[in-house]
T-cell receptor, first 117, second 113 residues
Framework: EVHLVESGGGLVQPGGSLRLSCAAS????????MDWVRQAPGKGLEWVAN??????????VDSVKGRFTISRDNAKNSLYLQMNGLRGEDTAVYYC????FGSGSYCGQGIQVTVSS | QAGLTQPPSVSKGLRQTATLTCTGN???????????AAWLQQNRGHPPKLLSY???NRPSGISERFSPSRSGNTASLTITGLQPEDEADYYC???????????FGGGTKLTVL
């Protein structure tokens, strides 16, 4: 059974940093693109970033380019999202997902990130 | 970031058919050379679940009552035999080749009366 468990969220001041982690089990992690997607309170879904199977390619939504970095460690079956320069509009539940838009799609339960002073 | 257009809400009766629409442009929904449109379902307080991908493919385990399609720059999701458990938010998404990013629609809240 596939499990994706996010950690590292919490409350941070504007301008601060957080590093989200996603621990994967029950899947051959290195076979899949991985995504981060978020949902602000009362709002719709927003795709944030994805990363290729071997980590050689990443894509980002414009609003996080230059501030967020997606990475992975296939030896540890883990996905990461380093978030710097956080803003109020980054407040959201962040979901880690395997191949979000493909046949192997699976989402974790999500983790709350709150940016506030 | 430009998004896709979905009606905010749709209401239909039990066992009826609902068709949800998603309008984009030639860089995303209508782009023949890329991943096409996808549909996701989300119940309140839960993570999203993929219902279809590449315009008209269903992942294993997804009911045949969910029928995705695409015509030009518009993707559609037809849900037949509506059940109470179908009441949820539905999002479409597509890869936008001009933005180099996945874009979402604003979501459609489906109410089953």
């Amino acid at each position: 059974e596939v499990h994706l468990v996010e950690s590292g969220g919490g409350l941070v001041q504007p301008g601060g940093s957080l590093r989200l982690s996603c621990a994967a089990s029950g899947l051959t992690f290195s076979n899949y693109w991985m995504d981060w997607v978020r949902q602000a309170p009362g709002k719709g879904l927003e795709w944030v970033a994805n990363i290729k199977q071997d980590g050689s390619g990443q894509n980002y939504v414009d609003s996080v380019k230059g501030r967020f970095t997606i990475s992975r460690d296939n030896a540890k079956n883990s996905l990461y999202l380093q978030m710097n320069g956080l803003r109020g509009e980054d407040t959201a539940v962040y979901y880690c997902a395997r191949d979000l838009f493909g046949s192997g799609s699976y989402c974790g339960q999500g983790i709350q990130v709150t940016v506030s002073s | 970031q430009a998004g896709l257009t979905q009606p905010p809400s749709v209401s239909k009766g039990l066992r009826q058919t609902a068709t949800l629409t998603c309008t984009g442009n030639s860089n995303n929904v209508g782009n023949e050379g890329h991943a096409g449109a996808a549909w996701l379902q989300q119940n309140r307080g839960h993570p999203p679940k993929l219902l279809s991908y590449r315009n008209n493919n269903r992942p294993s385990g997804i009911s045949e009552r969910f029928s995705p399609s695409r015509s030009g720059n518009t993707a559609s999701l037809t849900i037949t035999g509506l059940q109470p458990e179908d009441e949820a938010d539905y999002y479409c998404s597509a890869w936008d080749s001009s933005l180099g990013a996945w874009v979402f629609g604003g979501g459609t809240k489906l109410t089953v009366l």
